[in-house]
């Protein structure tokens, strides 16, 4: 079982990306993304329920980040980037049925390589 996150690149300050994540062969009840800078925490972006059913969302998002997903493949567009959103984002996956823990990365029992994004002014 692994998870394989594409779709990062560099981009312009204000473009769209969308990230993608697939899950080879499991379909995990939760699936979500986090985001790391070289110095910081890693940092929770959004995470999303199987079916859709439910979706989190960090506190820093704003509107600008929607995630979405299939049955194994988990997506995350972010419109308006800004140069601050420059990181390696990483997806995740766990059983975790309670939504009031997908924020937190000690919930995810498999982890992807991250895609670098990279924002220019």
């Known amino acids: 079982v692994q998870l394989q996150a594409s779709g990062g690149g560099l981009v312009q300050a204000g473009e769209s990306l969308t990230l993608s994540c697939a899950a080879s062969g499991r379909n995990w009840y939760t699936m979500g993304w986090f985001r790391q800078t070289p110095g910081k925490e890693r940092e929770f972006v959004a995470a999303?329920?199987?079916?859709?059913?439910s979706t989190v969302y960090g506190d820093f998002v704003g509107g600008r980040f929607t995630i979405s997903r299939d049955k194994y493949t988990v997506y995350l567009q972010i419109i308006s980037l800004k140069p601050e959103d420059t990181a390696v984002y990483s997806c995740a996956a766990s059983n975790e049925y309670n939504s009031a823990y997908f924020g937190d990365q000690t919930t995810y029992t498999m982890w992807g390589q991250g895609t670098q994004v990279t924002v220019s002014s």
């Open positions: 999303i329920a199987r079916n859709g059913g």
